[in-house]
């Protein structure tokens, strides 16, 4: 009993680390392409904003996904095969080109649509010459509750 408390105890505490980290973070798009709407989501202008079928089906034409939650999210769990590039420590045009070529099409997600840093990085991608992008603002929360695949 002691051990499941002290497991509970230590995910609650990660996810309230995380939540306050993703709260808190401040909105920085060094693009100037990314636009907060009143509802507090997040469009990219040059960029489709896609819905979960649409994701699906980019899946399973072989898209590649890339991941820009917390590394220890991504570790949780993922879309299987996405590639996990957090935006503020792994996330940069090298890492990127290791994974998808500039014609690839290239799917970003993070938890919801109220987490910037899959919009911020679908704009960095479009600056550096990707032309085939999709911002996935429903991202994790929405696959997560489907029947999709998940590793």
Not at 5 to 13: G, K
């Given at each position: 009993?002691?051990?499941?408390?002290?497991?509970?105890?230590?995910?609650?505490?990660?996810?309230?680390?995380?939540t306050?980290?993703?709260?808190?973070?401040?909105?920085?798009?060094?693009?100037?392409?990314?636009?907060?709407?009143?509802?507090?989501?997040?469009?990219?202008?040059?960029?489709?904003?896609?819905?979960?079928?649409?994701?699906?089906?980019?899946?399973?034409?072989?898209?590649?996904?890339?991941?820009?939650?917390?590394?220890?999210r991504?570790?949780?769990?993922?879309?299987?095969?996405?590639?996990?590039?957090?935006?503020?420590?792994?996330?940069?045009?090298?890492?990127?080109?290791?994974?998808?070529?500039?014609?690839?099409?290239?799917?970003?997600?993070c938890?919801?649509?109220?987490?910037?840093?899959?919009?911020?990085?679908?704009?960095?991608?479009?600056?550096?010459?990707?032309t085939?992008?999709?911002?996935?603002?429903?991202?994790?929360s929405?696959?997560?509750?489907?029947?999709?695949?998940?590793?």
């Open positions: 009993m002691r051990r499941w408390l002290a497991c509970v105890a230590v995910f609650t505490a990660l996810s309230l680390f995380g306050a980290n993703t709260l808190s973070q401040e909105f920085v798009d060094p693009t100037g392409l990314v636009k907060e709407t009143s509802s507090g989501d997040f469009v990219v202008d040059g960029v489709e904003r896609i819905d979960l079928e649409r994701a699906h089906e980019l899946y399973q034409a072989g898209a590649v996904f890339v991941d820009l939650r917390n590394i220890w991504y570790d949780l769990a993922h879309i299987r095969g996405a590639v996990g590039l957090e935006l503020n420590s792994q996330f940069n045009e090298e890492s990127l080109a290791k994974h998808a070529s500039k014609d690839q099409a290239v799917v970003f997600y938890n919801h649509s109220a987490c910037p840093r899959s919009a911020i990085a679908s704009a960095l991608a479009l600056t550096w010459g990707y085939d992008i999709y911002h996935f603002p429903d991202g994790w929405a696959w997560s509750s489907s029947d999709y695949d998940k590793d």
